[in-house]
């Protein structure tokens, strides 16, 4: 896939690709968490997951792929299902 992701209303801090391969994750400014569908020429996030209340500053995904992981400057970590 080649192309230009967007959606974010802040700058991305934070990337990561899920150990399949399947799924990219961003974390923004804007405070959310986009997951995007790298198995298909679609450009649109699949998911936004919203709930921190500050920047996004990580990103990360469990080894079975299953589960997203975002870390935010408003002091919380949250567990996200990777669907």
């Known amino acids: 896939m080649e192309g230009t992701l967007t959606g974010h209303t802040g700058p991305v801090t934070a990337v990561a690709f899920s150990p399949d391969g399947d799924t990219l994750a961003t974390g923004s400014d804007d405070m959310t968490v986009r997951l995007w569908d790298t198995s298909t020429l679609d450009l ?13 500053t990580s990103v990360a995904f469990s080894p079975d792929s299953r589960t997203v992981a975002s870390g935010s400057l408003d002091g919380t970590v949250r567990l996200w299902p990777n669907r």
Do not use: A, E, F, I
Not at 44 to 56: A, E, Q, R, W, Y
């Open 44 to 56: 649109s996030p699949v998911d936004t997951l919203t709930g921190h209340t500050d920047k996004v």
